[in-house]
């Protein structure tokens, strides 16, 4: 009984996190990347299907903090994403982009 009193929440928290890397994507990102990563967004980005975690994680943060070179719309998008989730979060979008 007590087993159960544990992993319920365990469980639950675990399905959560899993969704939120999608959820996310599919909200902030998918309208210029497409569902899957496959598109050049406004017709300038590289496609980012399977892209490194890593290799994500470090060209979102350079486009949000200005380090690298970026569309003003496209900055102020990563800048708001980088500022509104937590490292964990966007490692999560990282990761499901990186499934694609
Ligand atoms: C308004 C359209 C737009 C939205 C929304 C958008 N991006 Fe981008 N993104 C771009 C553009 C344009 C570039 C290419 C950089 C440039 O030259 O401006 C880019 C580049 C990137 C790259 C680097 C790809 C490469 O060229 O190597 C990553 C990674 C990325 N975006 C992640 C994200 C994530 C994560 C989100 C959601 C939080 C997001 N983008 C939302 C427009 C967008």
């Known amino acids: 009984m007590n087993i159960m009193k544990i ?22 990102c998918a309208s210029c990347h497409g569902k899957k990563g496959e598109k050049k967004a406004l017709g300038k980005s590289n496609i980012i299907t399977g892209m490194p975690v890593d290799k994500f994680i470090t060209l979102t943060k350079a486009y949000a903090t200005g ?15 980088i500022n509104k989730y937590d490292d964990k979060e966007i490692k999560a979008v990282a990761e499901y ?4």
């Open 7 to 28: 992993m319920i929440p365990v469980l639950t928290t675990g399905l959560l996190m899993a969704g939120s890397g999608e959820s996310i994507y599919k909200s902030k």
């Open 67 to 81: 380090e690298k070179k970026a569309m003003t719309l496209a900055k102020m998008v990563k800048k708001q994403f």
């Open 97 to 100: 982009v990186n499934k694609l």
